[in-house]
């Protein structure tokens, strides 16, 4: 699929590479970007994508979104901005908790979502109370939670029993275990809303990170193949082997073909007539093919790819980080054949 972008969409995402570049130099070491970083993302409106117009967003799609978190995998930006958007969005759509989601689009405070993970409900009202515990998730300021009970509730960082034991990931990425011990929270949605719009936060939250893959492997792509034309061996550049040739074309298939797949689903997304496991097809091809291309890239440099010396192989922990995020591609398989009827 050639995906033909419009007038709109072209600028948007120019000004995202644009914005990538000037929050982390090509070249140097990933770290996350500081606070003044994270403002000019949310000043770019990156984090209103998927909030209505009437809501004070961009009003844009699943595509918008997944422009951007392609630029933000080619710069290897390590801040979960795509979960952050897609909660605003779903907060915005539950029409709850108005004045979490202003200080989020201003770039005040972090919301992450939580999904499907066991966490136990108690409770109602002004008195539910949360239980459980997630492994994998970064520290924000507020988590939103989908939970056993068909409920979609918001816990914010402090409450008593909310607690958060922090961990990295291999390429330095901020994230951790969160526990919830009999913590308060805030209810969101229930019953049908609460399906919807937790349906809706798995599948953007998914192709997000397909995205965000999808920027990741075809960068690593650049840099291998950049290499493999000017690296010698035998008097002549060795992109020339046709052992090299083979490898560069079956990884540019792998790209092309995630690419295509993404924003056809991208595309039904916006159109609302996806079908179900779409999402979970899209972050399981992007996760095994983002880990075979980044693995290839660093093969076609030889032995420098593995050193710091080198950023194709940030390119690989980057993959491996958000591969597994949300389920690697086995975990997405499965899930995708018990929502197609094939398990």
Not at 223 to 238: C, E, G, N, S
Not at 277 to 291: P, R, T
Request: contains cysteine; proline residues 2%.
């Amino acid at each position: 699929m050639e995906l033909i972008l419009t007038e709109e969409q072209r600028i948007l995402s120019e000004s995202a590479g644009k914005l990538v570049a000037s929050l982390r130099a090509e070249g140097t070491k990933p770290k996350p970007v500081d606070q003044g970083g994270w403002r000019r993302i949310a000043e770019a409106g990156w984090l209103a994508i998927d909030v209505p117009e009437v809501a004070g967003g961009l009003g844009l799609g699943a595509t918008e979104l997944a422009l951007v978190m392609e630029a933000a995998g080619r710069g290897l930006i390590q801040e979960p901005v795509g979960a952050v958007a897609v909660a605003a969005g779903v907060l915005a759509r539950a029409n709850q908790a108005v004045e979490v989601l202003e200080t989020l689009l201003g770039g005040e405070s972090v919301v992450l979502p939580v999904l499907g993970h066991g966490i136990e409900t108690a409770g109602s009202g002004e008195n539910l109370r949360l239980s459980g515990t997630v492994q994998g998730v970064a520290a924000a300021d507020s988590y939103l939670v989908t939970t056993v009970g068909g409920f979609l509730c918001l816990a914010d960082h402090g409450e008593t029993g909310l607690a958060h034991r922090a961990a990295w990931t291999v390429d330095g990425a901020n994230t951790g275990t969160l526990s919830f011990l009999n913590s308060p929270a805030r209810l969101i949605a229930s019953g049908e809303l609460a399906a919807e719009l937790a349906s809706r936060m798995t599948d953007r939250v998914l192709l997000a990170t397909g995205a965000e893959l999808l920027g990741v492997m075809e960068r690593a792509l650049e840099m291998a193949l950049d290499y493999v034309k000017t690296r010698r061996q035998f008097d002549r550049p060795i992109g020339s082997f046709q052992a090299i040739q083979h490898r560069a074309v079956t990884d540019y298939r792998e790209v092309e073909l995630t690419r295509s797949l993404l924003y056809q689903v991208c595309a039904a997304v916006d159109a609302g007539h996806a079908g179900a496991g779409l999402a979970q097809a899209v972050k399981a091809k992007a996760s095994a093919a983002a880990l075979h291309v980044t693995k290839s890239a660093i093969q076609m440099h030889g032995a420098i790819g593995y050193t710091d010396d080198l950023a194709v192989g940030w390119h690989l922990k980057r993959a491996m980080t958000l591969a597994a995020c949300y389920g690697n591609a086995d975990a997405q398989r499965v899930r995708y054949a018990e929502l197609t009827g094939l398990a």
